[in-house]
């Protein structure tokens, strides 16, 4: 059996935080605020494995009250969902990641995000898509003052 699941983050930008999206530092004078690391990638990620396995919402496994995740690098959290697929007899097929962020561009960086995710998802590379859009001025993301991501993963069990 094949399932989907579809997720989604969005982070508000301030000055003096680092941007780190599917765990690579990208140059930037701005970066979300949040609990953890930020990075919106890997939110969203883990929710759409989460949502393809039925287990939740991000919430109910990773509060933000919770101490333990303050300031974590995101990548933990992919990796133990990944866990969790596989404890439910489930295994990533692939994913399709969009981004939304008005600057810095992403390209330069597409390649290490497919392959850092890769490796956290234990798929390869060709199994990860990552495109990054702007908001042509529209919104919060094309005002610059967030970043957002949409994530859809296709999930085999048994």
Known sequence: MQRIGQGYDIHRLAEGRGL?????????????????????VCHALRDAMLGAAALGGMGRHFPSEDARWRDIDSGEFVKQVVSMLAGAGGKVVNVDITIGLESPRLS???????????????????????????????????????????????????
């Open 108 to 158: 330069p960086f597409i390649a290490d995000m497919r392959r850092n995710l890769a490796g956290l998802l234990g798929c390869e590379p060709e199994a990860v898509s990552v495109k990054a859009k702007s908001a042509d001025g529209l919104g919060p993301v094309g005002e610059g003052d967030a970043v957002e991501t949409r994530a859809v993963v296709l999930v085999s069990f048994g």
């Open 20 to 40: 780190r999206l599917a765990c690579v530092d990208i140059p930037s004078t701005r970066g979300p605020l949040a609990h953890s690391d930020g990075d919106a």
